[in-house]
């Protein structure tokens, strides 16, 4: 279950207001990507979800409990960073039962859960290897094995492919729908990239300012965009 609401949820950095409210529900399964252009407060929505920021105001919801006050490790959600966040002394197999051995995980349950992910990700051959040993896709897995082991509630992905090449890009945005497809588990997936999120969205959340501009399927914004900032950046020729 990874249901997430937010109710009215607001985050000023001292005087400035970056997220000036925000009411949204993220169903149990969805792949919810939250697209806009840069500073537009994706990062910081993502970072309230994970609790890695406290809101201003307003509440946060994850299956009807309120998790507003919960610290990150409380709420049952992974964090998706970017490959470069691997430790580069660790092998594969210590860089993915990280969290677990952080959590005191036993070390039966932490072997099993690594190879589960490692099965998941076509990962088995290369558990001993470091980072420094695989090609950019391999280490965006690891970086995605490391939240898989959590068994979370919900991914969170903040801009995972952005520093991988083009043609590796188009393959991993693939690999994580499929990803979808196996885990059935919930995804918040943020980009600025509009062909991202028209072909692995359920939902695209369009930000602005820290406002929700439209909230859709990929179709029903591409034929139905609010407005023109909407018909923009999905490009919609509307
Ligand atoms: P995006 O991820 O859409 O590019 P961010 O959420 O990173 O946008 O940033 C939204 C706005 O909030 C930006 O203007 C940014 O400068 C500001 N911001 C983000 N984090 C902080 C912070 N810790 N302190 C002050 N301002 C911040
Ligand atoms: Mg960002």
New binding site residues.
């Given amino acids: 279950m990874g249901r997430i609401t937010l109710e009215n949820v607001r985050k000023a ?2 005087d ?1 207001e ?1 997220i000036p409210g925000v009411d949204l529900t993220i169903e149990d399964g969805e792949f919810a990507v939250f697209v ?12 309230l979800i994970a609790g890695l ?1 406290d809101v201003t105001s307003g509440r946060i919801l994850i299956d009807g409990q309120d998790v507003t006050a919960a610290p990150p490790a409380r709420r049952r959600l992974a964090m998706v960073f970017q490959s470069y966040a691997l430790y580069p002394h660790m092998s594969v197999r210590k860089n993915i039962a990280f969290p677990l051995k952080m959590a005191k995980m036993p070390e039966a349950e932490q072997q099993r859960r690594v190879a589960k992910a490692a099965r998941i990700l076509n990962l088995d051959s290369y558990l001993d290897r470091r980072p420094g040993q695989l090609s950019g896709g391999q280490r965006q897995r690891v970086a995605i094995g490391r939240a898989i082991v959590r068994e979370p509630e919900a991914f969170l992905f ?2 995972p492919l952005s520093n991988l090449d083009a043609a590796l890009r188009v393959n991993m945005r693939v690999e994580i729908s499929q990803l979808h497809n196996n885990l059935k588990t919930t995804m918040v997936y ?1 980009t ?1 990239d509009q062909v991202e999120a028209m072909t692995m969205a359920d939902k695209i959340v369009v ?1 602005r300012a ?1 406002r929700v501009e439209q909230v859709g399927s990929p179709l029903a914004l591409y034929n139905k965009p609010a407005n023109k900032f909407v018909a923009g950046f999905i490009g919609s020729p509307n």
């Fill in positions: 950095f001292g400035v970056v806009g252009p840069s500073g537009c407060g994706k990062s910081t929505l993502l970072r920021e903040d801009e943020v600025h930000l820290g």
